[in-house]
Every structure is written in C-alpha cells, then in structure tokens.
C-alpha cells in the first residue's frame, strides 16, 4: 500500500508534468533540438514573407516574387547563421505551396531531407486579407487614387465558409508534407502582421467601420486557424497578430505600411515595412531560444 509520503511526492511530481506540458504550445517536429550552424533553413509563404517593396532586392534580377533581402527570413538567417533558401513568393496562396504556379515549382520543392528548419506564413491571400482591405479602402475615394493598377478599384473577392475549410485541408497538407520531407526539420507557422489597431483607424488606414471589423475578424480567425493548425500537426506556431496590432500604420512604431493617399509616393500597402520584418525575425530568435547576431 502506497505511503502518504510516496503519494504526496507523485502528487508533486504529476502536478509539474502537467505544468511543463501545459507550458509548451507544441511539441516533436515544433521543438525539436538545438539547430546548428550553417543549417538548411526553407522560408515559405506570400508577401508577408517575402517582403515586397522592402530593398534592397534579393533576387538579382528581381523577379515577380519581389523578395527581400531584409525580410524577416534572410535577417532571422543571419542570426542565426543558417543557409537560407527563401521560396516565399507575393501573391503565393496554399495552392502555390503544395503545386506549381506557372513557372515556378511548388514551394515544398525547396524541402528536402537535411532541412532542419522551415517557416511558413501563409493562408492570407486564400481569404483575401489584403485584397478586401485594398478594395474597400480604394472605393473610399471619389475617384481611384493616382497608380491604381487598371485605373479602377478592384472588387472585393468573394470569402466563404467553403474558402476557410479549404484553407484549413491545405494547411494541413502543408505541415504533414514537411515532416515527411524533412522528419528532423522543425517547422513553424509564423502567423501575419497586423495592420488594423485593436479599435478605430486613421488616415493612413480609410476604411469604413464595418470593413474594418470585418477585416480585424478575419485575421483573428486566420491566426486561430493557424494555431490550431499547428498545434493539431505536431509544429509550433510564431504568435505575433496580437502583438503586432498597435504596430500598425497608424501607430509612431510602424511595423505596417498604410494606404497611398492621393499625392504620397507609390508603396506596397497594407504589408510589412522593414521594421515590421525586424521585429519577426527577432521574436523568431527569441522563440528559438537563441541571440546569436552575425
């Protein structure tokens, strides 16, 4: 018969193990062991990984992609000193990760199986975060702002219950593919910037209310999913939404661009400035566990 002694001592003992577990957000492929220098290290996703507008070009030529050399994977690699392959591309949806878009192969190409780290923003261009937000924002003016690509406002893509289950099977896909690519890689979803304030805009964002709620629930919704994502698929997960939303561009440390308004100089809206790539890759350094800088 156990001793009270021994059954206060497995008490304790089972109280922490819960306590350490429930402390992890991730387990096996999200946090796996140390990553070592010069590390096969594959960035995936859209714009918000590859940073367009941000110089100088990483591509030389720059391509269509409109990669940066000072987006949030090449400066998160020279942290930590790891041999970056960046296949993120503007534009790209889940589609463009699992399968080719035009002359470009399917992002999951660039895993192989000495990858021993993989990040992925992804899944915003499939729910059309940016694009509903452009659109409404460019129908806030009497006529379509200087530069506007056709001469008129684009309309809003349509978004349903059927889009985000689709986005979720893909995103799943996604995960189960790099670990079987790479089964020693950890992979992380590292969740959007966001560019709306916890309440209100301003004159760098002119939205309606209405769309500007709509659009603040479609990002929190797209970064449940991408948890849940995660944590469901044995990987691990960078939360920076919510940290982000008093970054945005009507914030005096923006992270975010704004909308032209008539007169500015031209600039990619509504995306990660340099600084809002520098703040990802050094909360992808903190989560790592490391502050190595080269």
Known sequence: MMMSSERSRLSAALVMALVLLGGCATTGHGSLGAIPTNA????????????????PAADQPPTRCARSAANYPHLFARKLDLRLF???C?????AHLLGGWNELPPQLDAVTPDTRLVTVTIGGNDVAYVGRLGSASCRTFA??????????CPDAPVVTEATWARLDTAMREIAAEVHQRAPAARLIFVEYLSV????????????????ANESRATLRRLAALTERVARQSDSAVLKITAASERHGP???D??????????????????????????VADALARQIGTTRVR
């Open 86 to 88: 960046d296949v993120s």
């Open 196 to 211: 709306l304030p916890p309440a209100g805009t301003c004159a760098a964002i002119p939205l309606p209310p209405g769309q």
């Open 250 to 252: 009507c914030a005096a």
């Open 90 to 94: 503007s534009g790209a949806t889940t």
């Open 143 to 152: 006529s379509p702002p200087p530069g506007t690509p056709g001469g008129a």
């Open 254 to 279: 923006a992270w975010m661009t704004g909308f032209p308004l008539p007169g500015a100089k031209p600039f990619v809206p509504y995306h990660p400035n340099a600084r809002g790539m520098a703040a």
């Open 40 to 55: 096969r290290y594959v960035a995936m996703g859209s714009s918000y990984a590859a940073g367009p507008g941000i110089m």
